[in-house]
């Protein structure tokens, strides 16, 4: 990365810091990179975490939706009634704008994983969160509350090495394409 890239990323970094989840509390400083280049890509961040020793927690995790399908989602809301045909109709415009903000990714991710021999349990994945949003994450993230401690602080240093693997990558790889 050349000193231009390096002052825009640093920009994009100092706004990802400005951000702060609903209880008013900023991102955690392991995941800050990770929202900066999601947001470079154009993908739409909502919430994140890099983990927490100090209780059950799976590892690093970033959930994103499109900004597009927020009114959709207020509007199928407020309609309520799911046998409504226009419920599904604003909420299956939701879905569609959704996975198209899950697609941005898929490449990204594709191309790390291709000669990169990571266990299976490790690997980033995306999840759904209904129509609303999608997560990324490691694979078994969510076993966490059936290891013991020290399974847990294992489980999410390897994780967070995972994640800022992967988010090394799409820094390196968005800033060979721009």
């Given amino acids: 990365m050349n000193e231009s890239q390096a002052q825009h990323f640093d920009h994009a970094r100092d706004d990802a810091r400005q951000l702060v989840d609903n209880l008013g509390m900023p991102l955690d400083d392991g995941i800050v ?3 900066a280049i999601f947001r470079l890509m154009g993908i739409n961040t909502t919430a994140s975490c890099w983990g927490h020793d100090d209780h059950e927690s799976g590892g690093p995790y970033v ?3 499109a900004a597009e399908s ?3 989602e207020l509007q199928y809301r407020q309609v309520g009634d ?3 045909p226009v419920f599904h109709q604003l909420r299956d415009q939701a879905i569609i704008l959704n996975l198209r903000e899950r697609q ?4 990204s991710l594709d191309l790390f994983y291709r000669d990169r021999l990571t266990p299976y349990g490790a690997r980033l994945i995306i999840t759904s969160f209904g129509p609303e949003a ?3 994450q490691c694979q078994n993230a969510e076993l966490a509350p059936i290891l013991s401690k020290p399974e847990q602080r294992n489980l999410l240093s390897s994780h967070q090495r995972e994640m800022r693997t992967f988010t090394d990558f799409l820094i390196s790889r968005y800033y060979k394409n721009h």
Avoid at 104 to 107: D, Q, V
């Fill in 82 to 84: 799911p046998r409504d």
């Fill in 63 to 65: 959930m994103f939706y």
């Fill in 134 to 136: 999608s997560r990324l």
């Fill in 33 to 35: 990179d990770t929202v």
């Fill in 104 to 107: 941005k990714l898929l490449p």
């Fill in 70 to 72: 927020k009114p959709l």
